[in-house]
């Protein structure tokens, strides 16, 4: 019976199923994709925040997982939320393709004014660098956010530079350094997910990639002793043990950033505890804006 692997219908994730159908049969193990629906594919007219967050895109798989109709399945891993439902495993972590974020124009960049952008991470960071840039929101996936642009609706948008080179697409435009703009926890991996077992084992003999598995790791536990979701501007990028994060103000306006090495979670956590103590005044008047509790 082939092992069924549940992906969502968007052209990015259905190419991010693919690679990872691809390696597996490579490796011996039939596969069948299966293609599970999410409110954060219907709902594209409403900000992420409203919704729950980047885990809007996980929770119609988990618990697809959990009915028994699919074995296992394939997000990108920046998607994950740090709360998981009992049972369930990361059970691979693909080797890691670009973390960057790609600012895509045909114009000048000195005439960008409009730029598309529903994350708050980005909209802050780049009003940090262009203040007089205006963020109107965007959502949808790769190929609406395209055509928006093509339609003059922006000057330019943003979109995950890795996203772009799984689907093949070359398109103008603007690299932004993941030194400078630091880019969402684990932003550039692909995760596989499915129940504790006998199928966890084989996915993580046959695709899990132990540096990326660290790297991203360590993100995490930095993210989940910040807190403040998506909700909060902020980037945390680890490469080979050295981590770079920052927490900024909504309007871009200041922000708090660290830097250092890292060798065991106990680092990344006191890492995260000391990135949370010096910007605790973003991250509270961040929710205090938006209207959440934290």
């Known amino acids: 019976m082939p092992l069924r692997i549940g992906t969502r219908g968007s052209a990015l994730a259905l190419a991010q199923a693919d690679r990872v159908v691809s390696l597996l049969e490579r490796a011996g193990t039939e596969c069948e994709k299966v293609i599970i629906n999410t409110q954060g594919d219907t709902a594209t007219g409403v900000p992420l ?6 885990g809007v895109f996980v929770r119609a798989l988990d618990d697809a997982i959990l009915r028994g109709e699919i074995d296992a399945a394939v997000h990108s891993m920046k998607d994950i939320p740090a709360k998981r439902p009992d049972g ?7 080797p890691r393709d670009s973390p960057a974020d790609f600012l895509v ?15 708050t991470r980005r909209k802050a960071q780049l009003l940090m660098h262009h203040p007089d840039w205006k963020i109107e929101p ?5 190929d609406t956010r395209l055509r928006k642009l093509e339609a003059g609706v922006y000057d330019a948008v943003v979109l995950a530079e890795a996203g772009l080179q799984r689907l093949g697409l070359f398109v ?8 400078m703009f630091i880019p969402s926890p684990n932003q550039g991996t692909i995760a596989v997910v499915c129940r504790e077992g006998e199928h966890a084992a084989l996915l993580s003999r046959s695709l899990d990639h132990q540096n990326t598995r660290r790297d991203v790791t360590f993100e995490r536990v930095v993210m989940e002793e910040v807190g403040g979701g998506c909700f909060t501007p902020q980037g945390i ?21 660290r830097e ?7 680092d990344a956590s006191t890492f995260g505890r000391e990135l949370r103590r010096d910007a605790l005044e973003l991250i509270q008047e961040a929710y205090m804006t938006l209207g959440l509790k934290e």
Do not use: M
């Open 49 to 54: 925040h409203e919704i729950g967050g980047q």
């Open 88 to 94: 369930l495993v990361t059970s691979a972590i693909l």
């Open 138 to 142: 965007l959502r949808g996936n790769v």
């Open 172 to 179: 103008p435009g603007t690299r932004l350094s993941p030194e």
């Open 105 to 119: 124009h045909s114009e000048q960049f000195l005439k960008l004014r409009t730029v598309g952008t529903s994350s």
């Open 260 to 266: 250092g090495d890292l060798s065991s979670f106990e």
């Open 237 to 257: 990028y680890c490469r080979n043990g050295h981590v770079k994060a920052e927490i900024l103000s909504l309007d871009g306006c200041r922000r708090v950033r």
